[in-house]
């Protein structure tokens, strides 16, 4: 399904600032990315010179409402997206560098992780970060 289907699937219109933060959201998957606004920013004007970054912004707000994005905020770093949605899988963060790799869910169906006293909530997700310090960091 491409950009603009999936948008328009979730009741979205598949504008072209919309559309193309999409693509590069998916681009950074593919390359195992989580990716700051000022990269979603600059890799969205390859394909949309015009684009702002509050119209970055703007879109990332859309999908992540929408449920097409995620936003990962690491302590101490900047918030990161990705396209990986749906799965529950938590994530590892170098307290150095910032590097993000994805983990699949720690063990079982989502939510992965119960929570000793639920205080009455219905738990639907668990939201793991994992720290420690990459491969390039450690070798430095």
């Not at 700051?36 to 390859?46: D, F, G, K, L, S």
């Amino acid at each position: 399904m491409t950009s603009a289907e999936r948008l328009r699937a979730e009741g979205l219109r598949a504008t072209r600032p919309r559309v193309v933060v999409l693509d590069v959201l998916d681009a950074a998957r593919a390359a195992h990315e989580h990716l700051p606004v000022a990269q979603i920013a600059e890799r969205a004007r390859r394909a949309l010179p015009t684009v702002s970054t509050q119209a970055v912004y703007d879109c990332l707000d859309a999908l992540t409402t929408a449920g097409l994005a995620r936003s990962i905020e690491p302590a101490g770093h900047p918030a990161r997206y990705e396209s990986r949605v749906g799965d529950n899988h938590h994530h590892l963060v170098c307290r150095d560098c910032g590097h993000t790799v994805d983990v699949d869910c720690t063990v079982g169906h989502a939510p992965c992780l119960a929570p000793s006293d639920t205080a009455g909530f219905a738990v639907e997700e668990a939201e793991v970060v994992f720290w420690g310090r990459c491969p390039r960091c450690r070798a430095q």
